[in-house]
T-cell receptor, first 112, second 113 residues
Framework: QQQVKQSPQSLIVQKGGISIINCAYENTAFDYFPWYQQFPGKGPALLIA?????SEKKEGRFTISFNKSAKQFSLHIMDSQPGDSATYFC???????????FGKGTRLSVIA | EPEVTQTPSHQVTQMGQEVILRCVPISNHLYFYWYRQILGQKVEFLVS????????KSEIFDDQFSVERPDGSNFTLKIRSTKLEDSAMYFC???????????FGPGTRLTVL
């Protein structure tokens, strides 16, 4: 119930291509869905987040698509660049002072 | 831009020794967290802290672990008797409001020999 399932585990994308990472959850009490970007040796940094009252949120090249009925959300990185190469974690939490539940992460490599 | 800081960046200790990991959350934040990440695995929640007490803890946070906010700025995680399996990156995070964004520190890499 508390798990967030993330796929794929790793992803290789050509420069300029679209990177797509998917997550699914079971707990319907979750109401905040962030994506974190992590570079080696660094802490997770918030990339973009969405709440279930909208189906899509876009910030620059990054878009979250959210499907409440399917309990799925995904991250799309348009025009992927080598600098986007990092590990991406989806996460979820319910309202109030509750901890984040993280997916297992996706290692993205963008090759020129 | 305000940020969460953590010290030390890397701690090496012998099994059975006590370690204290230190964090300075963002000033005026009220909610504090510790997470850990075993190499190559996902980030796992350990404990949350609000109003000078633990608000929630995971099954990982057993009696060997404790947290403290000894003054107005520091937030510490103590592992009383380290085990080999405690080797991981430990991240501190803080949040200003209950529904706000969590900001993570750069982490402390703990190596237990």
């Amino acid at each position: 119930q508390q798990q967030v399932k993330q796929s794929p585990q790793s992803l290789i994308v050509q420069k300029g291509g679209i990177s797509i990472i998917n997550c699914a959850y079971e707990n319907t009490a979750f109401d905040y869905f962030p994506w974190y970007q992590q570079f080696p040796g660094k802490g997770p940094a918030l990339l973009i987040a969405i709440r279930p009252d909208v189906s899509e949120k876009k910030e620059g090249r990054f878009t979250i698509s959210f499907n409440k009925s399917a309990k799925q959300f995904s991250l799309h990185i348009m025009d992927s660049q080598p600098g986007d190469s990092a590990t991406y974690f989806c996460a979820a939490r319910s309202s109030g002072n509750t901890p984040l539940v993280f997916g297992k992460g996706t290692r993205l490599s963008v090759i020129a | 831009e305000p940020e969460v800081t953590q010290t030390p960046s890397h701690q090496v200790t012998q099994m059975g020794q006590e370690v204290i990991l230190r964090c300075v959350p963002i000033s005026n934040h009220l909610y504090f967290y510790w997470y850990r990440q075993i190499l190559g695995q996902k980030v796992e929640f350990l404990v949350s802290f609000y109003n000078n007490e633990i608000s929630e803890k995971s099954e990982i946070f057993d009696d060997q672990f404790s947290v403290e906010r000894p003054d107005g700025s520091n937030f510490t995680l103590k592992i009383r008797s380290t085990k080999l399996e405690d080797s991981a990156m430990y991240f501190c995070a803080s949040r200003g409001t209950a529904g706000g964004e969590q900001f993570f520190g750069p982490g402390t890499r703990l190596t237990v020999l």
